[in-house]
């Protein structure tokens, strides 16, 4: 799990770093329109939409990548607990037993 703080550290400082960028665009996109000036505006819009789909086009891209992430991170979980309960069938059974104990003694004290 250490292994992935950088990359989480990474993404985070990018996406910051997107989102700084495209505040700044939009920002001067409204100090142009105070301006007036079709040729500003419309340069400084055009400006404004590039950088937005290419933000969204990062954010897509990274939301894919965490959710690949995620998805084999767990299934890399839950076959290491199938393997386990393969390996140790009677104690597996020994811990479903205590824990379905407690949640009767904890059901039944309501």
Known sequence: MASRTPHVDETTRQLKEDLQHLSHTIEELVS???DDS???IKELRERAEKRLKET???LEARGERLYGEARDSIS???DSCDRYVHENPWTSIGIGAILGMIIGMLIGRR
């Open 56 to 58: 969204r086009q990062r």
């Open 76 to 78: 890399h979980q839950v």
């Open 32 to 34: 142009a329109t105070a």
């Open 38 to 40: 079709r040729g500003n």
